[in-house]
Nanobody
């Protein structure tokens, strides 16, 4: 069993910054690529950024140059540093982890990010 727990969401003004954290626990050796998804009001859930166990990263075009994903395998935590936030970044952000041996994906409970003045 793998458990993912997000933290760090909140209310921030446009142009501001936030750092999200996702701590993994349980059978963490099963986790490979980890990522952050988001779902804005009335929108479908979308992939924001991902990072492999080897550190290779992917970013959605909408966040390139503003967001940075990183991973500390020593503490089983993945981070999402978000800068120059825009109102369009308002969403529930979910942490995701892929299973090394199956097609199963693990999800956190989500953390709300609201960008508003």
């Amino acid at each position: 069993q793998v458990r993912l727990g997000e933290s760090g969401g909140g209310l921030v003004q446009p142009g501001g910054s936030l750092r999200l954290s996702c701590a993994a626990s349980g059978s963490i050796s099963r986790i490979t690529t980890m990522g952050w998804y988001r779902q804005g009001p009335g929108k479908q859930r979308e992939l924001v950024a991902s990072i492999t166990s080897g550190g290779r990263t992917y970013y959605a075009d909408s966040v390139k140059g503003r967001f940075t994903i990183s991973r500390d395998n020593a503490v089983n935590t993945v981070y999402l540093e978000m800068n120059s936030l825009e109102s369009e970044d308002t969403a529930v952000y979910y942490c995701n982890g892929g299973d090394r041996w199956t097609d199963r994906e693990y999800w956190g409970q989500g953390t709300q990010v609201t960008v508003s003045s």
